[in-house]
């Protein structure tokens, strides 16, 4: 059986999640706005989650249907085979958004939603109550936009940035999906050497690293879709199987992550263990204003700004020592995030391309320089 599915991903990053699931073998059927829609079998739903590692989230397409009231919303949802997909001992918390629409207002949204798949439930399953907390959960997702309802269940659980390797935050670190996402951008492979002056807790090294090696990002974590009927645990084992054969061998690799704090560094030590990537990279304290690239370096790094860890006459500062520096050497490619809006003039230098990134709730540029 096939499946219409979307992968979520962070706005600027779409491009580089449908290049991610062609790759995969998986039929792309349409790009917007963070979103990517597919096609496929129930295996390429646990490949997707598995492998994808810039989208936020897989869900499946269980309904479509224009609404601009109430009842249309109630009724449409209601033509849901519900029971198909949700047992009595289920709970299914439901979340959504509403864009350009009629139906403004996202709680009374999910309260009509919610009501409706109930009532169709007990029809389907026979019975007369539900349990107010069941025990799986089965997370269902919607989307309005401009009165077109998109009904879908999730499949991930934990969000696909959550890899497992990062157990505890520190300092300002930048989420996983958006790290793999500048790996890509800044072309890293298997013959890559990388480096990262302002590295915190390693998150872009050791994504490029799971990059470089095409080590499947969520290799070692659990997907809610295991535990569903209609999706199983078979088919995500299938899927992890086939990806560890993907897991490139004898690469030569190299990555080193520096930082000024020798408490993230030891935050980046202890991550690249847990993502098992620790044989390629190294990390050690240094000040970046002092770091020298050699010219067959990448260089992947966000460097702090403004809103997070300084304040932006000091983060200014930083930058333009940093790239006063760094820019007299030869180096192959320095991509760097940042939300300084100044920030080509205070580095001198004007970007050969750049990048409107989100990170969290922050604009950033991507400036790539090669
Ligand atoms: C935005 S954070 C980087 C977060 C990192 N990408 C992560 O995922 O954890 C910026 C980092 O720059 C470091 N930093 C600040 N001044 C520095 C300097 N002069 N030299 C090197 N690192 C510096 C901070 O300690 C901080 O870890």
């Known amino acids: 059986m096939n499946y219409r599915a979307v992968a979520t991903c962070l706005f600027g990053l779409e491009k580089v999640v449908e290049f991610e699931l062609k790759r995969l073998g998986i039929d792309v059927i349409s790009v917007s706005d963070g979103r990517v829609s597919f096609e496929g079998t129930k295996t390429d739903i646990a490949r997707a989650n598995i492998n994808c590692s810039t989208a936020e989230r897989i869900l499946i397409v269980l309904d479509e249907f224009d609404a601009s009231d109430f ?38 949204c999910q309260r009509i939603i919610k009501k409706s798949i109930a009532e169709r439930l007990k029809r389907d399953l026979g019975v007369r109550s539900l349990p107010e907390n069941g025990r799986r959960k089965i997370a269902i997702r919607f989307s309005i936009v ?118 993230a560094i030891e935050h980046a030590r202890f991550n690249a263990k847990a993502a098992k990537v620790d044989e390629f990279v190294k990390f050690e304290v240094m000040d970046a204003r002092k770091y020298i ?44 995030i940042s939300g300084q809006p100044d920030f080509e003039d205070i580095a001198g230098k004007k970007a050969k391309r750049r990048r409107k990134l989100y990170n969290g709730m922050i604009v950033c540029q991507l400036y790539m320089y090669f």
Not at 166 to 177: D, L, S, W
Not at 324 to 330: G, S, T
């Open 146 to 263: 401009s009165d077109r309802v998109t009904l879908m269940v999730d499949t991930s659980g934990e969000g696909l940035h959550k890899r497992g390797y990062r157990p505890n935050i520190y300092g300002a670190p930048i989420k996983e999906t958006l790290a793999a996402g500048i790996s890509d951008f800044a072309r890293i492979g298997q013959n890559s050497t990388v480096t990262d002056p302002f590295c915190g807790t390693g998150t872009l090294i050791i994504e490029s690293a799971l990059r470089a090696n095409r080590i499947a990002p969520g290799l070692n974590r659990h997907f809610a879709a295991e535990s569903y009927p209609f999706i199983g645990k078979g088919a995500f084992d299938f899927a992890r199987k086939e990806a560890r054969e993907n897991i490139v061998r004898n690469s030569k690799f190299t990555a080193v992550g520096t930082d000024i704090d020798p408490k």
């Open 293 to 336: 690239p050699s010219k067959d370096m990448i260089v992947v790094t966000n460097p702090p700004y403004g809103e997070k860890l300084m304040d932006p006459v000091s983060s200014g500062k930083l930058i333009g020592e940093f790239c006063e520096n760094f820019f007299k050497y030869d180096f192959k490619g320095l991509y760097l």
């Open 71 to 108: 009842d249309s919303l109630f009724d449409k949802t209601g033509e849901v085979v519900w029971g198909d997909i949700i047992s009595e001992k289920d709970s299914f918390p439901v979340k959504g958004y509403s864009i350009n629409s009629t139906l403004t207002s996202v709680p009374a």
